[in-house]
């Protein structure tokens, strides 16, 4: 049963709009989520973060939002610039368990 | 600074044989992950080690395993290796045991393991 999940396998978005990439999750003892982007032969590098006692975190063109009742989030590129164009992923964590990943959202930002 | 570093970065083996993975944490970084991503999903935890001690362990059968060094290294093997091996692994590390949100952890770039 997937813990975290990522409906859409791809999002293609225009230069200069806003990119909203969608994470649900099932598991209510979720402390903390975070996104990861990856880009082809690297790693997954971290990108943003949001305690589940937050509804907002915000860092400089990233904007992640929780909605605990909804068990929902989604982070917010703006403005969308080509080199943002990766896979991008929703992880979660409780206490000190590892991270659990959902399956990424391929971001295309078109020039 | 250096950050994770995994060898090799690309590996070809066959059915049944055992391989061997490397991961040097970020100085200072006492905890190290070890994670599986298949193709078209996300990365799949297989163990975590902290001070050298197993802290944990992911859905992985017993062909798996891992050890951490003195100086914090690691080791990922596996034995009698399958076609559904096939993956690339990779290995994060962090400051304190298990990431948390504000000391996340930190990936390296993997090692694309083939099964033949």
Excluded at chain 1, 35 to 54: C, D, N, Q, R, V
Excluded at chain 2, 21 to 39: A, D, E, F, N
Aim: net charge positive.
């Amino acid at each position: 049963d997937q813990q975290v999940k990522q409906n859409s396998p791809s999002l293609s978005v225009q230069e200069g709009r806003i990119s909203i990439l969608n994470c649900d999750y099932t598991n209510s003892m979720f402390d903390y989520f975070l996104w990861y982007k990856k880009y082809p032969a690297e790693g997954p590098t971290f990108l943003i973060s949001i305690s589940s006692i937050k509804d907002k975190n915000e860092d400089g063109r990233f904007t992640v939002f929780l909605n605990k009742s909804a068990k929902h989030l989604s982070l917010h590129i703006v403005p969308s610039q080509p080199g943002d164009s990766a896979v991008y992923f929703c992880a979660a964590i409780s206490g000190n368990t590892p991270l659990v990943f959902g399956k990424g959202t391929r971001l295309s930002v078109i020039a | 600074d250096a950050g994770v570093t995994q060898s090799p970065t690309h590996l070809i083996k066959t059915r049944g044989q055992h391989v061997t993975l490397r991961c040097s944490p970020i100085s200072g970084h006492k905890s190290v992950s070890w994670y599986q991503q298949v193709l078209g999903q996300g990365p799949q935890f297989i163990f975590q080690y902290y001070e050298k001690e197993e802290r944990g362990r992911g859905n992985f059968p017993d062909r798996f395993s891992a050890r951490q060094f003195p100086n914090y290294s690691s080791e990922l093997n596996v034995n009698a290796l399958l076609l559904g091996d096939s993956a690339l692994y990779l290995c994060a590390s962090s400051l304190v045991l298990g990431p948390t949100g504000n000391q996340p952890q930190h990936f390296g770039d993997g090692t694309r393991l083939s099964i033949l």
